[in-house]
């Protein structure tokens, strides 16, 4: 006889693992299944090199919210952050350069070489993202109510977002529109003057993202990655000791604590589904595991279309869900380095600050929007915006000494290249990469020792990331809420009675935070007390009972 579990999790990544900790926590024995030989999907720590620990896809940390993080006693399973001091360094073709620092007083200084009017601006910038990424915040880990079929349970859900919008000043209320339907550069032009900062700014908005600074919505995107905390400090992000997998380590350890088994090397290939409920899954070795409940941890395209299938839905959600924009422009190049970079806008290849900092390789919004021009053409960036971190600056653990490790994440990479080919086009176009980064810090080719290229038909193959979104899908406003992953399904169930979702997929989307996780499993949870009860009731109401 086949396995039976109250829940198996479909999907290893951190979200599948948040939801079965507590799950498991809740009393259900539950089962994570990952197709991967190492949890933690898109979150991972991977050893590509003798002597080399590479977070290989995610990179830094700033968004797992800190409820999960003290409820499942994560430091207790090893989770430590290193806070990034610089946040953000950006060198100039002209040999200038710009560095933010933790100390809001440090990077008002640097913002007063390019404008002192924007330097006086900056503090009450940073008050006002506060008290945005604050309202924000409430939404994180809420259920969104169904816009669509009304029910008497959303309407506590409608009622308190009418009432935080009540309680706004005006200048929050204009915020909260402009946050969600303007371009980044528009909503930065009304703060401040100097490229420089603006520019350092925008990055935040179009990372992971169709879009340019221009387009419309990636304000929001920008919101989104400073809603996050490390060590108290707002919009910080940092390195994890170990790399990225240490989170999806500790994750585990709570879960196993709790109970939970987790299996790798375990490809589910198809949710088994009978009369319109998930009943189990069939895995590609042919093993059949059965389960009260199934739980999705895979983007909504790849759970519906790919492991349910077409027939088994209405025909109008599978509409529904074929309409997801899903397309990635991202590519993540992993370096094994011989010593530091130095840029010609601060030189020495000694230690340095900026080396711990976010190194950008993108000098004006123009640049920007021009490399999203291209992407939109299908043709990648000839002059993409380059994302540089070296992890090793803060954990010696990642690599042999002397030696460093480096991540590069670009934008635009799109997905399908027009007249080209990824498979056969990446490692030439990581080469020009790697001659860009050469004009702003010379020698730098010299330094690589081995190199990874991943493009995003790379993510979608190794980490099951459909058109190598690395959100599960786009950030745009009419894909999140109440919207997503589409409307009248945002509550983390499905037309599927018994099957679950709990990806990046759902509210509130993508990063390595944990929320969709931790949602799904309250309402698996409430679902299962419901049931309960009404077997009892069944019970005790037939004869004998």
Same mark, same amino acid.
């Given at each position: 006889?086949?396995?039976?579990? #109250?829940?198996?999790?479909?999907?290893?990544?951190?979200?599948?693992?948040?939801?079965?900790?507590?799950?498991?926590r809740g009393g259900l024995r539950v089962q994570v299944l990952e197709r991967r030989p190492l949890l933690g999907g898109a979150c991972v720590t991977e050893e590509l090199w003798p002597g080399y620990r590479v977070s290989t896809a995610a990179y830094l940390c700033s968004l797992l919210q800190e409820r999960i993080v003290r409820e499942l006693d994560l430091?207790?399973?090893?989770?430590? +952050?290193?806070?990034k001091d610089p946040a953000f360094f950006t060198p100039f073709p002209d040999g200038r350069h710009f560095t933010m620092w933790q100390d809001q007083r440090r990077t008002?200084?640097?913002?007063?070489?390019?404008?002192?009017?924007?330097?006086a601006a900056y503090p009450a910038y940073e008050v006002f993202i506060e008290r945005l990424s604050q309202l924000a915040e409430k939404l994180l880990l809420t259920t969104p109510p169904n816009i669509v079929r009304v029910r008497p349970h959303d309407l506590p859900a409608l009622a308190r977002l009418g009432w935080e919008a009540v309680r706004m000043s005006a200048e929050e209320r204009v915020g909260q529109?402009?946050?969600?339907?303007?371009?980044?550069? #528009?909503?930065?032009?009304?703060?401040?003057?100097?490229?420089?900062?603006?520019?350092t700014l925008a990055t935040d908005g179009v990372i992971g993202t169709n879009g340019g600074p221009r387009s419309p919505g990636t304000a929001y995107v920008l919101l989104h990655h400073v809603m996050g905390k490390v060590d108290g400090h707002r919009g910080l992000w940092g390195?994890?000791?170990?790399? =990225?997998?240490?989170?999806?380590?500790?994750?585990?350890?709570?879960?196993?604590?709790a109970g939970a088994s987790l299996r790798t090397d375990a490809e589910v290939e198809r949710v088994l589904v009978r009369n319109g409920r998930a009943v189990g899954v069939v895995l590609r070795s042919g093993e059949e595991i059965r389960a009260r409940t199934v739980i999705s941890n895979a983007d909504p395209k790849r759970t519906f279309l790919g492991l349910v299938g077409e027939g088994e839905l209405p025909p109008e959600f599978a509409a529904s869900v074929k309409r997801i924009r899903i397309k990635g422009s991202s590519l993540k190049i992993n370096l094994a380095l011989d010593g530091l970079p130095s840029f010609r806008a601060l030189p020495g290849s000694h230690r340095m600050p900026h080396h711990g900092a976010t190194i950008h390789i993108c000098p004006d919004i123009d640049y920007l929007e021009r490399a999203w021009d291209e992407a939109k053409q299908g043709r990648p960036s000839e002059r993409p915006l380059i994302e540089m971190t070296i992890p090793t =600056?803060?954990?010696?653990?990642?690599?042999?000494?002397?030696?460093?490790? =480096?991540?590069?994440?670009?934008?635009?990479?799109?997905? #399908? +290249?027009?007249?080209?080919?990824?498979?056969?086009?990446?490692e030439e176009y990581a080469d020009h990469v790697l001659k860009l980064i050469e004009e702003y810090a010379p020698g730098f080719r010299s330094l690589v020792l081995h190199r990874q290229v991943l493009s995003p038909p790379d993510l979608e193959e190794i980490y099951g990331l459909t058109g190598g979104n690395i959100f599960h899908g786009e950030m745009s406003p009419d894909q999140l809420f109440s919207m997503r992953p589409v409307p009248g399904w945002a509550r983390y169930r499905t037309p599927i009675d018994g099957l679950y979702l709990c990806g990046s997929g759902t509210h509130p989307g993508g990063g390595?935070?944990?929320a969709p996780g931790y949602n799904a499993a309250r309402e698996i949870l409430r679902d299962a007390r419901r049931r309960k009860l009404r077997e009892r009731v069944s019970a005790w109401w037939r004869p004998g009972g």
């Open positions: 006889m086949p396995a039976t579990w #109250d829940a198996i999790i479909v999907g290893g990544g951190h979200n599948g693992l948040v939801t079965a900790a507590y799950l498991a430091p207790r399973f090893g989770y430590r +952050v290193y806070p008002c200084e640097e913002i007063a070489r390019f404008s002192r009017s924007d330097a529109v402009a946050i969600f339907t303007q371009s980044v550069a #528009d909503f930065l032009d009304a703060w401040f003057e100097s490229e420089e900062l603006k520019v390195f994890v000791r170990g790399g =990225m997998g240490a989170v999806s380590e500790a994750i585990a350890g709570a879960a196993r604590e =600056m803060y954990d010696d653990s990642l690599a042999p000494p002397g030696k460093h490790v =480096m991540g590069i994440f670009l934008q635009y990479a799109p997905y #399908d +290249v027009r007249g080209g080919d990824w498979r056969t086009g990446k390595v935070m944990g």
